[in-house]
């Protein structure tokens, strides 16, 4: 019986060790607040986030309100399209954002398959009054993709 788990973990870690079966996909879109005026990251209350066509809820309404001080808000995109629309409830408005992306299907190797890439990332349309962006590809490093000025 042991030997049958090592023949089935074997291939798995060997692939780990290979570089070609590093995925840096994500579908984590990374959003910076910043003030309009002189472009440092803004303390930002955040009620509740929503993505249409999804049931995710980023903040969850009856909790308390998620405060960003200077931190990155992360927000899933929709897996499946290649555009998500979001809602953000401020306090006292509410301002939508609708981006636009690539889905790309890349092979790393025979061991490990494929990954879906997102890159090409757009402002579609928002009501916020100045969007950015500033890195177009969804990684797993989570690098800013997105600054809100307001």
């Known amino acids: 019986m042991k030997k049958a788990f090592w023949l089935i973990l074997l291939p798995l870690l060997s692939c780990l060790d290979q570089p070609d079966c590093i995925r840096t996909s994500d579908t984590a879109l990374v959003i910076d607040f910043r003030k309009l005026l002189t472009g440092?990251?803004?303390?930002?209350i955040l009620l509740q986030v929503?993505?249409?066509?999804a049931d995710s809820i980023f903040y969850s309404?009856?909790?308390?309100?998620?405060?960003?001080?200077g931190v990155s808000a992360i927000l899933a995109i929709n897996p499946f399209d290649v555009e998500?629309?979001?809602?953000?409830?401020?306090?006292?408005?509410?301002?939508?954002?609708?981006?636009?992306?690539?889905?790309?299907?890349?092979?790393?190797?025979?061991?490990?398959?494929?990954?879906?890439?997102?890159?090409?990332?757009?402002?579609?349309?928002?009501?916020?009054?100045?969007?950015?962006?500033?890195?177009?590809?969804?990684?797993?490093?989570?690098?800013?993709?997105?600054?809100?000025?307001?």
């Open 40 to 44: 440092e990251k803004d303390t930002t």
């Open 50 to 53: 929503t993505a249409a066509g």
């Open 61 to 69: 309404p009856g909790n308390v309100p998620d405060t960003l001080r």
């Open 84 to 150: 998500t629309l979001y809602t953000f409830y401020l306090p006292g408005r509410e301002r939508t954002l609708r981006v636009g992306y690539t889905k790309e299907a890349r092979f790393i190797s025979e061991d490990c398959g494929s990954e879906i890439f997102y890159s090409s990332l757009h402002v579609i349309d928002t009501e916020f009054d100045s969007v950015r962006i500033v890195n177009n590809q969804l990684t797993k490093n989570r690098f800013v993709n997105i600054e809100i000025f307001k």
